[in-house]
């Protein structure tokens, strides 16, 4: 039987904490959010073609998850450096935490294997992690459309 999704958590447990330097080098806390819902997306790499169509699909769409409510982070392996440029350049609002030695994906249970162009590489997975109030995760998007990722996250805040 294949597994929905890589991540070994599970909604309704609390979100596993973790800090790291967002696109300015200010540093971010996760417990920082505590009394606020949290749309933790995870995405491959910066500057690259799907990654780019997921975070311009949540920036057009950053009005209506702010006004649901929710403060977003994304969080990838690379560089301060590229997040900034990946930030600046689609005129991001909000915050890219650098994942650069894997710690806060391996947590979350997103890297691992999969299928990139025929062949298996190791990257991180295109997970989305709703975060409740009292830092528990209410949703977890395992199959995360790069076009559609602020309408999952609006039809489940409707449906829930």
Known sequence: MKRESITHLKVGKKAPAFSGLDQDENKFDLKSTLGKKVVLFFYPGDLTPTCTV?????????????????????????TVKNKKKF???????????????????????????????GKTIQSIHRLTFIIDEEGKIAHIIHKVKSKEAAAQILEWEKNK
């Not at 997921?54 to 982070?73: H, M, P, T, W």
């Open 54 to 78: 997921e975070v311009c699909n949540l920036r057009d769409n950053f009005s209506q998850l702010k006004k649901a409510g929710y403060i977003l982070i994304g969080i990838s392996k690379g």
């Open 87 to 117: 930030a600046e350049k689609h005129d991001l609002p909000f915050r890219l935490i650098n994942d650069p030695d894997l710690k806060i994906a391996n947590k979350y249970g997103v890297f691992g294997d999969k299928l990139f162009m």
